[in-house]
């Protein structure tokens, strides 16, 4: 059992880390901005798909980074259009993100390839040390600027001011809706970075629903971090382990079942959010307004 | 005085149903504006959607096909919603009550159709509703937020169905490993056809008899009272002593159940087996429950149009070319605006009252849900 924890396991935790990373700190800027992000799901799909798309006509995999990010962004920029400026129910709004990533995405996999599952094989970005992405440092090297960002410049606290009291910090003159607007469209670039690695740092091309859920595990984290992007870290390394296990057991044909320990993800998101939502504490000014106008 | 309210109320029906309308029509103007960029017809595309809907027998028939299930999801989003819980694990609840419900047809326990048909709807209707009762406990308990625990329990559900008609074959003999769904459900226990040489089942009869139901007791019963107290503010409602934890759990149940109906319904009624797929139904349903914004009546209509559109779409991909997968962004686009113009006449409203009034207290955009 000893040889069961390997460095092909340490290297399959931080491959599965990284796209959750870099969504859960995307989905943190926003809620700690006060907008609630269900749709970091739809934004990953998103920005998965159109990396590919902006690979495969452009033909350099950098440019289709830059694609899939800016897909991502303007579905971020429609969410904040939605919960900031037309007040809409923050959730709906989210649900609906979601839906039209998983649309839009299957419709013009059928429109631009004909295709109604998978993309064609597009280039993948650089990976090293064997089967790591580029991408995964990046992901982390994240991490610790969100902190700094939020707790040590200035704008940041003004997001921190945004999200807990929006109608104090409104009145000391800070412009809570322009920052609430830049930290969603900031969550809609990253989801879509989560996406990006999914679809050009680990495979070469997009599938539908390639997601599966990443996204709800990551706000998952976000909530289990207590919105404090170490916290969020650690979440996603536990959920990450949690899926990196039946890869491991597989690999190392451990006699399990697969299909139950797939379930193990979220099996754990359950009980994390059920044991250990009363002691996080959730900004106060999550989901409310700065003006009552 | 009396007047004055009677008529404000159904200046408030009028509105609302206006604001539906409308959310639909611009649904469907941007999707005739998508259809026109990918060098399509738009009004050939809709006139396809129409004429598969409802050109003949067969047609209509297989539009209400697509209804049943459409109607019994909005009805599972909006009764949780009336609670002010935002159920987006009807999808999971729906694939366990199909599971269920097929595996009791599955088991052919040689009832009569009498007690087999009702028993095995039964059995899917009560284990989507326990499915579905979990997020509402967890909530109760320790605050736990709804949205991430029903999006868990979904993926939780996919996994147990695809280990159940997989796996699982190796000691239940009610399941086919090869095809990934359950055997066949014996013909006593399939819901029985209501129009000769279509598909249309009696789960279209239950969906209706469900929207009524719904409706008296969300609107002519005590606890139908609770749920729409506890809906609208958790403190007034704990102030009149109503119990708020046992309340959301008991409409969360009750949302469960109808998620666990219309998964049964399919495979009982349409299908004949539990297969292990995604029909993705459990997310149409929040857009049905919106559209007929939460109320078991408008729902039946909502239901209706979305039926319409799932019928309409293969037809619409057949003749005009216009890939099916439209639908689901129509879906999405019907969901933003509708939430939208709720959110705009909410704001407006407000701002009649407090020009009429001094300012009270703000509140939350009354879409009915939060998180």
Known sequence: MSDFFDIFLLKTILRMAAPLIFAAMGGLLSERSGVMNIALEGMMLIGAFFGVVGTYYMHNVWLGVLVGVTGAAVAGLIHAFWCITLRADQIVAGTAINLLGSGATVFLLSRIWNQSGQSPKVDRLPMFWGTVSILTPVAFVIVPIVWWFLNRTKEGLHVQAAGEHPQAAESVGINVNLYRYACVVMSGVLAGMGGIYLSLGELSGFSREMTQGKGFIALAAVIFGNWNPVGALGACLLFAAAQALPIQAQAKQVDINTDLLLALPYLLTLVAIAGFVRKSRPPEGLGKHATNR | ?371
């Open chain 2, 1 to 371: 005085m009396l007047l004055r309210k009677h008529f404000a109320g159904v200046g408030k029906l009028a509105s609302t149903v206006i604001t539906s309308f409308l959310a639909v029509l611009i649904a469907l103007a941007v999707g005739a504006i998508l259809i026109a960029i990918s060098n399509q017809n738009p009004v050939d595309a809709y006139r396809a959607l129409i004429d598969g809907a409802f050109g003949g027998r067969r047609a209509i028939a297989e539009t209400l096909v697509a209804t049943t299930p459409m109607i019994l999801g909005g009805l599972a989003f909006a009764v949780a919603a009336r609670a002010s819980m935002f159920n987006i694990g009807i999808e999971g609840q729906l694939v366990i009550g199909s599971l269920c419900g097929a595996l009791v047809g599955a088991a052919d326990l040689g009832l009569s159709k009498w007690l087999y048909v009702p028993l095995a709807m039964l059995v899917g209707g009560v284990a989507g509703g326990i499915w579905g009762a979990i997020p509402g406990v967890m909530k109760a308990k320790s605050g736990a937020s709804e949205v991430i625990s029903t999006i868990m329990l979904n993926y939780l559900a996919f996994r147990i169905s695809i280990y159940m008609v997989t796996s699982a074959g190796a000691w239940l003999s009610w399941v086919d490993p090869q095809l990934q769904a359950t055997k066949k459900i014996a013909p006593n226990a399939r819901l029985p056809i209501i129009l000769d040489r279509t598909r249309l089942h009696a789960g279209f009869l239950v969906a209706i008899a469900a929207a009524l139901i719904l409706w008296y007791v969300l609107f002519r019963t005590t606890f139908g009272y609770k749920i729409r107290t506890v809906g609208l503010s958790r403190g007034a409602a704990e102030y009149a002593g109503i119990a708020w934890g046992s309340t959301i759990t008991k409409a969360m149940f009750l949302s469960g159940l109808l998620a666990g109906l219309m998964g049964a319904s399919e495979s009982l009624g349409l299908l004949g087996r539990h297969y292990d797929n995604r029909s993705g139904y459990g997310f149409t349903a929040i857009a049905v429950g919106l559209v007929g914004r939460n109320h078991p009546i408008g729902v039946i209509f909502a239901g209706l149009l979305f039926g319409v559109l799932r019928s309409g779409s293969n037809a619409m991909q057949a003749q005009a070319g216009t890939s099916k997968e439209l639908v689901l962004i129509l879906q999405a686009l019907v969901i933003l605006s509708v939430s939208a113009l709720a959110s705009l006449e909410y704001l407006r409203e407000r701002r009649a009252r407090t020009a009429a009034a001094t300012p009270t207290a703000a509140a939350q955009p009354a879409t009915g849900v939060t998180a």
